[in-house]
Nanobody, 115 residues
Framework: QVQLVESGGGLVQPGGSLKLSCTAS????????MGWYRQAPGKQRDLVAA???????NYADSVKGRFTISRDNAKRMVYLQMNSLKPEDTAVYYC?????????WGQGTQVAVSS
């Protein structure tokens, strides 16, 4: 089965940094684009960053210049380095892969940015 597991969330002060990790299993990881999404309370789940199988990246305007998505195919991992964090970045962050028209999600990891 497809399984995505996120880690690395936590509480951080504004201006701080966190690095999220997502481990994928049950897929040939290198063949799929991966994405990070986030969902704040009462809001929809939105794309934060995506990375193609070849390494091309795409970011939401709100995180450009602050977040970096990367992947390590040998480790079957995708990462989200988050710098200069703002309170509005507070959300549950999810790892996602689309396979044959279906979305597969991790369990999410909580990121809270607060003093």
């Amino acid at each position: 089965q497809v399984q995505l597991v996120e880690s690395g969330g936590g509480l951080v002060q504004p201006g701080g940094s966190l690095k999220l990790s997502c481990t994928a299993s049950g897929i040939v990881f290198r063949l799929y684009a991966m994405g990070w999404y986030r969902q704040a309370p009462g809001k929809q789940r939105d794309l934060v960053a995506a990375i193609s199988r070849s390494g091309s990246t795409n970011y939401a305007d709100s995180v450009k210049g602050r977040f970096t998505i990367s992947r390590d195919n040998a480790k079957r991992m995708v990462y989200l380095q988050m710098n200069s964090l703002k309170p509005e970045d507070t959300a549950v962050y999810y790892c996602k892969v689309e396979i044959a028209g279906l979305d597969y999600w991790g369990q999410g990891t909580q990121v809270a940015v607060s003093s």
